[in-house]
């Protein structure tokens, strides 16, 4: 009777069915010379030793990183580690100090810290003649801004240093990939203290972030009656031709 080969069960490995062992099975009942026995013991070595020698070359080819099979190497790629952004810190800056008729000093301070209370925002729009937005589609536009730029009058009593008083007069706020692009909007002066400047510092500021973040695609969108001021420094209407687009809903 012709002998047969029985597989034994498999173990998986990354994927690679790998036979744990083979072995011979002889079904005759006819026992086998002891020469034929010296052979088949030694062809069973030569088997086992050609397992283990699979078994260590595909750990090591494991660890060197290549996985080998059918004359074939195909490269096994550790998972690629997620990139490390750095949050970039907030900037604070003195515009401008004062000495007011009453003794008592003011800071105009810029800051890039994003720290807007929505209803002073609010009382501002108010002042410029902005309609009212709703308070939380005001709170979620600055919570998913990519920068959001503010002035603040800080003004303290000549009396009493410890005593001060914080008011909301500007602000602006940028939506970016955090890559190539941003498009900055709601850029407001206080009308009590436009004129002095204070709209081209914060501006100026604005953009000089933006470029240090490595941004230097940046738009906006700005009335007629306010596109000198914004051509003043250094934007363009329409550059190179393009042409901007808005989808208005027909119903």
């Not at 810290?113 to 979620?140: M, N």
Request: proline share 6%; net charge neutral; glycine share 6%.
């Amino acid at each position: 009777m012709p002998p047969a080969f029985a597989a034994a069960p498999y173990s998986s490995m990354c994927g690679v069915r790998i036979p744990t062992a083979c072995r011979f099975e002889a079904r005759s009942t006819v026992s086998t010379p002891r020469f034929l026995r010296n052979r088949v013991a030694g062809k069973a070595k030569t088997r086992s030793a050609s397992a283990w020698s699979l078994k260590a070359g595909l750990w090591d080819s494991l660890r060197s990183g290549f996985l080998k099979s059918n004359n074939s190497t195909d490269t096994v790629e550790p998972p690629p580690a997620p990139l490390e952004v750095e949050e970039p810190l907030p900037v604070e800056i003195v515009l401008l100090e004062r000495t007011l008729l009453d003794g008592s000093t003011e800071q105009i301070l810029f800051s890039s810290a994003g720290d807007v209370d929505v209803y002073d925002l609010q009382a501002l729009c108010d002042k410029v003649g902005w309609p009212r937005r709703p308070l939380s589609k005001i709170a979620a536009s600055l919570r998913n801004s990519y920068l959001v730029a503010t002035l603040h009058s800080i003004i303290r009593s000549s009396e009493t240093e410890a005593e001060e008083k914080k008011q909301l007069i500007g602000m602006a706020r940028a939506t970016s990939d955090h890559a190539f692009n941003a498009t900055i909007w709601d850029v407001l002066v206080d009308p009590s203290y436009q004129g002095q400047g204070l709209g081209k510092a914060l501006m100026e500021k604005v953009i000089r972030t933006l470029l240090q973040r490595d941004i230097n695609n940046i738009t906006l969108f700005a009335d007629n009656k306010v596109i000198d001021f914004y051509k003043n420094l250094g934007f363009e209407v329409d550059p190179q031709g393009i042409k901007g687009m808005f989808w208005y809903p027909r119903f």
